[in-house]
């Protein structure tokens, strides 16, 4: 079965840092792109991040570019997000989606409150 | 306030048929594909329609994608009651090196 599978979502602080771990199983890994997307509460799906196969290359929504770190281990067949100097706005659902969006992971939340 | 437009919400009767629009520019939708996601409450979204028109393995012809422009629109045929969920458009952005979603239709079955 075609799977992905969040965790590492948790309630911190602001400026408080979270790894965000993703493991896919059922299809080949390093053959596809990987995103982060998210989802604040009651809003809408926000693109933050995607990797090319090989890591060779990353994007970054510009809300997240130097907070935010996407990286993958093809061996581990996991794409990971390192968040840090987290902020209130950065509270949603989490989701991992495969390249091409057709397959998506169930979503981690992260809650970031004082 | 999104990349791409959408209304905020649509609305139909079981049997009619719907459509929702998704507006951008050049360095979007004019310049590439367009993609349509499903997602019911609570739960992850789920790729309906991929490169303006093509459906994936699994989703009912009911529904259908097209492209004219900058503009892409999704249309359900036969609308059910299980179709009533929140409806995303996203296309790959040139301008921003990203994917742009749209501010998302949630329809409504009367």
């Known amino acids: 079965e075609v799977q992905l599978v969040e965790s590492g979502g948790d309630s911190v602080q602001p400026g408080g840092s979270l790894r965000l771990s993703c493991v896919a199983s059922?299809?080949?890994?390093?053959?596809?792109?990987m995103f982060w997307v998210r989802q604040s509460p009651g809003k809408g799906l926000e693109w933050l991040a995607n990797?090319?196969?090989?890591?060779?290359?990353?994007y970054y929504v510009d809300s997240v570019e130097g907070r935010f770190t996407i990286s993958r281990d093809n061996a581990k067949n996991s794409v990971y997000l390192q968040m840090n100097g987290l902020r209130v706005e950065d509270t949603g659902v989490y989701y991992c989606?495969?390249?091409?969006?057709?397959?998506w992971g169930q979503g981690t939340l992260v809650t970031v409150s004082s | 306030q999104s990349v791409l437009t959408q209304p905020p919400s649509a609305s139909g009767t079981p049997g009619q048929r719907v459509t929702i629009s998704c507006s951008g520019s050049?360095?979007?939708?004019?310049?590439?594909?367009v993609n349509w996601l499903q997602q019911f409450p609570g739960t992850a979204p789920k790729l309906l329609i991929y490169?303006?028109?093509q459906r994936p393995s699994g989703v009912p012809d009911r529904f259908s994608g097209s492209k004219s422009g900058t503009s892409g629109s999704l249309a359900i045929s036969g609308l059910q009651s299980e179709d009533e969920a929140d409806y995303y458009c996203?296309?790959?952005?040139?301008?921003?090196?990203?994917?742009?979603f749209g501010g998302g239709t949630k329809l409504t079955v009367l």
């Open positions: 989606a495969r390249g091409g969006f057709a397959v």
């Open positions: 059922g299809f080949r890994f390093d053959r596809y792109w």
């Open positions: 990797i090319k196969e090989d890591g060779s290359e990353r």
């Open positions: 050049n360095s979007n939708i004019g310049g590439g594909f």
């Open positions: 490169s303006d028109d």
């Open positions: 996203v296309a790959w952005d040139d301008s921003v090196n990203g994917w742009v």
